[in-house]
Protein backbone atom coordinates (compact mmCIF):
# COMPACT_ATOMS: atom_id res chain seq x y z
CA UNK A 1 0.00 0.00 0.00
CA UNK A 2 1.33 3.27 -0.81
CA UNK A 3 2.81 5.97 1.88
CA UNK A 4 0.19 8.17 1.32
CA UNK A 5 -2.65 6.63 2.69
CA UNK A 6 -0.54 5.74 5.90
CA UNK A 7 -1.41 7.13 9.18
CA UNK A 8 0.50 8.11 11.75
CA UNK A 9 0.64 5.76 15.16
CA UNK A 10 2.46 6.75 18.18
CA UNK A 11 3.16 3.16 20.42
CA UNK A 12 4.04 4.22 24.26
CA UNK A 13 5.22 0.86 26.33
CA UNK A 14 4.83 1.29 29.43
CA UNK A 15 5.99 -0.75 32.58
CA UNK A 16 9.37 -0.23 33.31
CA UNK A 17 9.61 -3.38 35.80
CA UNK A 18 8.84 -5.52 33.31
CA UNK A 19 12.26 -7.37 34.15
CA UNK A 20 12.33 -7.82 37.44
CA UNK A 21 12.86 -11.84 38.59
CA UNK A 22 13.89 -12.76 35.68
CA UNK A 23 17.27 -14.35 34.86
CA UNK A 24 20.07 -12.69 32.75
CA UNK A 25 19.21 -15.57 29.86
CA UNK A 26 15.67 -14.31 29.60
CA UNK A 27 15.89 -10.79 30.11
CA UNK A 28 18.59 -11.32 26.86
CA UNK A 29 16.42 -13.10 25.01
CA UNK A 30 13.66 -10.97 25.53
CA UNK A 31 15.70 -7.94 24.43
CA UNK A 32 16.75 -10.16 20.93
CA UNK A 33 13.07 -10.89 20.75
CA UNK A 34 12.44 -7.04 20.67
CA UNK A 35 15.23 -5.93 17.95
CA UNK A 36 14.27 -8.36 15.50
CA UNK A 37 10.81 -6.91 15.40
CA UNK A 38 11.93 -3.78 15.56
CA UNK A 39 14.57 -4.30 12.92
CA UNK A 40 12.01 -6.10 10.29
CA UNK A 41 9.27 -3.55 11.21
CA UNK A 42 11.50 -0.86 9.56
CA UNK A 43 12.54 -3.31 7.14
CA UNK A 44 8.93 -3.45 6.27
CA UNK A 45 8.37 0.82 6.20
CA UNK A 46 6.02 0.80 9.48
CA UNK A 47 8.26 1.54 11.87
CA UNK A 48 10.15 5.44 11.48
CA UNK A 49 11.90 5.78 15.24
CA UNK A 50 11.84 4.03 17.99
CA UNK A 51 13.81 4.53 21.22
CA UNK A 52 13.74 3.77 25.02
CA UNK A 53 13.62 6.25 27.48
CA UNK A 54 15.55 5.98 30.80
CA UNK A 55 14.37 6.09 34.00
CA UNK A 56 16.19 8.88 34.95
CA UNK A 57 14.57 12.32 34.41
CA UNK A 58 12.76 15.37 36.07
CA UNK A 59 9.04 16.03 36.66
CA UNK A 60 7.53 19.03 36.42
CA UNK A 61 4.23 20.77 37.66
CA UNK A 62 3.38 24.08 38.03
CA UNK A 63 -0.64 23.92 39.33
CA UNK A 64 0.98 25.31 42.60
CA UNK A 65 3.58 27.08 41.27
CA UNK A 66 6.84 25.68 39.42
CA UNK A 67 8.14 22.30 41.17
CA UNK A 68 10.64 20.21 39.45
CA UNK A 69 11.59 17.06 41.09
CA UNK A 70 13.95 14.10 40.07
CA UNK A 71 11.88 11.10 38.45
CA UNK A 72 10.54 8.67 37.19
CA UNK A 73 13.13 6.23 39.11
CA UNK A 74 10.82 4.18 40.26
CA UNK A 75 9.87 1.39 38.45
CA UNK A 76 6.23 1.00 37.81
CA UNK A 77 3.72 -0.17 35.74
CA UNK A 78 2.64 3.16 34.35
CA UNK A 79 5.82 4.97 33.19
CA UNK A 80 6.49 4.97 29.78
CA UNK A 81 9.97 2.89 28.55
CA UNK A 82 9.84 3.61 25.07
CA UNK A 83 8.07 4.46 22.21
CA UNK A 84 8.05 3.59 18.05
CA UNK A 85 6.20 5.84 15.80
CA UNK A 86 4.81 3.47 13.22
CA UNK A 87 2.88 4.91 9.29
CA UNK A 88 0.43 1.79 8.93
CA UNK A 89 -3.19 1.76 7.35
CA UNK A 90 -4.97 1.94 10.34
CA UNK A 91 -5.98 1.36 14.12
CA UNK A 92 -6.66 -2.25 13.60
CA UNK A 93 -3.08 -2.48 12.03
CA UNK A 94 -1.12 -0.97 15.03
CA UNK A 95 -3.42 -2.90 17.30
CA UNK A 96 -1.85 -5.80 15.38
CA UNK A 97 1.32 -5.08 15.48
CA UNK A 98 1.39 -3.62 19.16
CA UNK A 99 -0.11 -7.45 20.14
CA UNK A 100 3.89 -8.91 19.08
CA UNK A 101 5.45 -6.19 21.66
CA UNK A 102 7.58 -8.80 23.77
CA UNK A 103 7.11 -7.63 26.67
CA UNK A 104 3.69 -8.08 26.72
CA UNK A 105 4.97 -11.60 27.95
CA UNK A 106 6.22 -10.18 30.78
CA UNK A 107 3.59 -7.84 32.20
CA UNK A 108 4.40 -4.62 29.98
CA UNK A 109 1.52 -2.53 28.26
CA UNK A 110 1.14 -1.02 25.18
CA UNK A 111 -1.22 2.11 24.67
CA UNK A 112 -1.54 3.16 20.63
CA UNK A 113 -2.42 6.25 19.90
CA UNK A 114 -3.24 8.19 16.80
CA UNK A 115 -0.68 11.10 16.23
CA UNK A 116 -2.90 14.29 14.39
CA UNK A 117 -0.66 15.00 11.85
CA UNK A 118 -2.35 18.11 10.87
CA UNK A 119 -0.75 20.04 13.69
CA UNK A 120 3.02 19.63 15.16
CA UNK A 121 5.78 18.19 13.52
CA UNK A 122 6.40 14.38 13.30
CA UNK A 123 9.83 12.79 12.23
CA UNK A 124 10.85 12.92 9.28
CA UNK B 1 22.57 2.67 41.63
CA UNK B 2 23.62 3.30 38.34
CA UNK B 3 25.28 6.63 37.56
CA UNK B 4 22.40 9.28 36.06
CA UNK B 5 22.39 8.84 32.12
CA UNK B 6 23.37 12.31 30.23
CA UNK B 7 21.82 11.94 26.52
CA UNK B 8 21.51 14.68 24.11
CA UNK B 9 17.91 14.19 23.21
CA UNK B 10 15.17 14.65 25.13
CA UNK B 11 11.21 13.62 25.38
CA UNK B 12 8.90 15.85 26.73
CA UNK B 13 6.01 13.86 27.75
CA UNK B 14 2.58 16.25 28.63
CA UNK B 15 0.81 14.17 30.86
CA UNK B 16 -2.91 14.41 32.14
CA UNK B 17 -5.65 15.35 29.40
CA UNK B 18 -7.70 16.91 31.52
CA UNK B 19 -6.28 19.83 32.72
CA UNK B 20 -8.85 21.91 30.55
CA UNK B 21 -11.54 20.79 31.43
CA UNK B 22 -12.63 23.52 33.97
CA UNK B 23 -11.55 25.77 31.86
CA UNK B 24 -13.31 28.71 29.20
CA UNK B 25 -12.97 28.10 25.87
CA UNK B 26 -11.50 31.30 25.77
CA UNK B 27 -8.98 29.80 28.46
CA UNK B 28 -7.90 26.93 26.16
CA UNK B 29 -7.33 28.93 23.58
CA UNK B 30 -5.13 31.33 24.93
CA UNK B 31 -3.14 28.73 26.18
CA UNK B 32 -2.96 26.89 22.55
CA UNK B 33 -2.01 30.07 21.06
CA UNK B 34 0.60 30.08 23.93
CA UNK B 35 1.33 26.54 22.77
CA UNK B 36 1.78 27.37 19.72
CA UNK B 37 4.32 30.21 19.77
CA UNK B 38 6.47 28.05 22.28
CA UNK B 39 7.05 25.49 19.96
CA UNK B 40 7.44 27.98 17.11
CA UNK B 41 10.01 29.52 18.68
CA UNK B 42 12.00 26.44 19.73
CA UNK B 43 11.67 24.79 16.43
CA UNK B 44 13.11 28.49 14.67
CA UNK B 45 16.02 27.70 17.63
CA UNK B 46 16.67 24.08 15.97
CA UNK B 47 16.13 22.07 18.84
CA UNK B 48 13.39 20.39 17.97
CA UNK B 49 13.50 16.83 16.32
CA UNK B 50 9.65 16.54 16.13
CA UNK B 51 6.50 17.39 18.37
CA UNK B 52 3.42 16.61 18.23
CA UNK B 53 -0.26 15.99 19.93
CA UNK B 54 -1.84 12.32 20.44
CA UNK B 55 -5.53 12.20 20.11
CA UNK B 56 -7.25 11.16 22.88
CA UNK B 57 -8.35 7.63 21.22
CA UNK B 58 -6.80 4.15 20.57
CA UNK B 59 -6.13 1.34 22.12
CA UNK B 60 -4.70 -0.38 25.30
CA UNK B 61 -3.08 -3.58 25.39
CA UNK B 62 -2.33 -5.05 28.90
CA UNK B 63 -1.69 -8.45 30.67
CA UNK B 64 -4.75 -9.40 32.40
CA UNK B 65 -5.19 -12.85 34.15
CA UNK B 66 -2.00 -14.33 31.79
CA UNK B 67 -3.74 -13.23 28.41
CA UNK B 68 -3.03 -10.03 26.85
CA UNK B 69 -6.49 -7.99 26.17
CA UNK B 70 -7.13 -4.91 24.26
CA UNK B 71 -9.10 -1.93 25.91
CA UNK B 72 -10.21 1.93 24.35
CA UNK B 73 -7.39 4.39 25.68
CA UNK B 74 -8.71 6.60 28.45
CA UNK B 75 -8.06 9.47 29.55
CA UNK B 76 -6.59 10.13 33.00
CA UNK B 77 -4.09 11.68 34.69
CA UNK B 78 -1.19 9.15 33.41
CA UNK B 79 -2.45 9.75 29.69
CA UNK B 80 -0.29 11.40 27.81
CA UNK B 81 -1.43 13.90 25.39
CA UNK B 82 1.51 14.77 23.46
CA UNK B 83 5.26 14.97 23.17
CA UNK B 84 8.31 17.08 22.31
CA UNK B 85 12.02 15.06 21.31
CA UNK B 86 13.94 17.93 21.70
CA UNK B 87 17.79 17.80 21.27
CA UNK B 88 19.48 19.86 24.07
CA UNK B 89 20.86 18.94 27.11
CA UNK B 90 18.69 18.08 30.50
CA UNK B 91 19.37 21.45 32.03
CA UNK B 92 17.58 22.95 29.16
CA UNK B 93 15.13 20.59 28.60
CA UNK B 94 13.91 21.47 32.09
CA UNK B 95 13.76 25.18 31.31
CA UNK B 96 12.09 24.49 28.34
CA UNK B 97 9.42 22.07 30.03
CA UNK B 98 8.52 24.64 32.76
CA UNK B 99 7.71 27.39 30.13
CA UNK B 100 4.55 24.75 29.21
CA UNK B 101 1.70 27.41 29.01
CA UNK B 102 -0.73 24.29 30.86
CA UNK B 103 1.26 23.41 33.49
CA UNK B 104 -0.88 25.88 35.93
CA UNK B 105 -3.75 24.21 35.12
CA UNK B 106 -2.69 20.53 36.20
CA UNK B 107 -0.70 19.58 33.23
CA UNK B 108 2.67 17.40 34.06
CA UNK B 109 5.83 17.64 31.89
CA UNK B 110 7.92 14.40 31.99
CA UNK B 111 11.05 15.15 31.00
CA UNK B 112 12.78 12.40 30.11
CA UNK B 113 16.50 11.18 28.31
CA UNK B 114 16.28 9.00 25.02
CA UNK B 115 18.90 7.10 24.82
CA UNK B 116 19.42 3.68 21.93
CA UNK B 117 20.41 1.37 24.64
CA UNK B 118 17.21 0.23 26.84
CA UNK B 119 18.12 0.22 30.58
CA UNK B 120 17.40 -3.59 30.76
CA UNK B 121 20.29 -4.13 28.49
CA UNK B 122 22.51 -1.95 31.26
CA UNK B 123 21.52 -3.81 33.94
CA UNK B 124 22.36 -6.99 32.44
CA UNK B 125 25.94 -5.48 31.68
CA UNK B 126 26.15 -4.24 35.42
CA UNK B 127 25.58 -7.62 37.07
CA UNK B 128 27.53 -9.45 34.18
CA UNK B 129 30.58 -7.10 35.22
CA UNK B 130 29.62 -8.21 39.21
CA UNK B 131 30.23 -11.75 38.60
Given at each position: ?25 EIEQ??RRWT ?89 | ?131
Amino acid sequence: MSADTASPFMLLFRGTDWDRGLSPEEIEQTLRRWTAWFDRLTADGKAKLGQPLTNDGKIVTGKKGLVVVDGPFTESKEAVAGYIFLRVADLDEATEIARECPGLDYGMSVEIRPISEEIGRGPD
Amino acid sequence: MSTPVTSSEYMLLFKGTHWDHDLSPEEVQDVMTRWTSWLDRLTREGKVKSAQPLANQGKIIAWKKGVPVDGPFAESKEAIGGYFLLQVSEEEAVEIAKECPALKYGLVVEVRPVVDRCASIDRLDLAAAAN
